[in-house]
Nanobody
Framework: QLQLAESGGGLVQTGGSLRLSCAAS????????LGWFREAPGKEREGVAC??????STNYADSVRGRFTISRDNAVVYLQMNSLKPEDTAVYYC??????????????????????WGQGTQVTVSS
């Protein structure tokens, strides 16, 4: 069974950068669609970015496009976050699903309908 574990969160000043990692175990990420989501206090979970493990096609939320980059290297999925803003403060989660669900969970932007989730990592951006 696929397990996902996020790391790399922390406290950073406005304008700074962080790189989040999501390590997969128990199953391969080949033929998968992978995503990053975030949840701020009092708000719904928001899709941030998603990627196809085979084609490398990506989709981003408008709020992060041009600042965040999702990538994958074998069993690890990354989220490089630059030019961070206080409104980026949230718990960040990685997610995975079968590639056959690309259209449903990523084709029109990251959807929270992914099948597998990590436990999350806190990102706090100070002003």
């Amino acid at each position: 069974q696929l397990q996902l574990a996020e790391s790399g969160g922390g406290l950073v000043q406005t304008g700074g950068s962080l790189r989040l990692s999501c390590a997969a175990s128990g199953a391969s990420l080949d033929y998968s669609v992978l995503g990053w989501f975030r949840e701020a206090p009092g708000k719904e979970r928001e899709g941030v970015a998603c990627i196809s493990s085979t084609s490398g096609s990506t989709n981003y939320a408008d709020s992060v496009r041009g600042r965040f980059t999702i990538s994958r290297d074998n069993a690890v999925v990354y989220l490089q976050m630059n030019s961070l803003k206080p409104e980026d403060t949230a718990v960040y989660y990685c997610a995975a699903d079968r590639l056959m669900r690309w259209r449903e969970v990523c084709g029109y932007g990251p959807s929270a309908d992914f099948g597998s989730w990590g436990q999350g990592t806190q990102v706090t951006v100070s002003s």
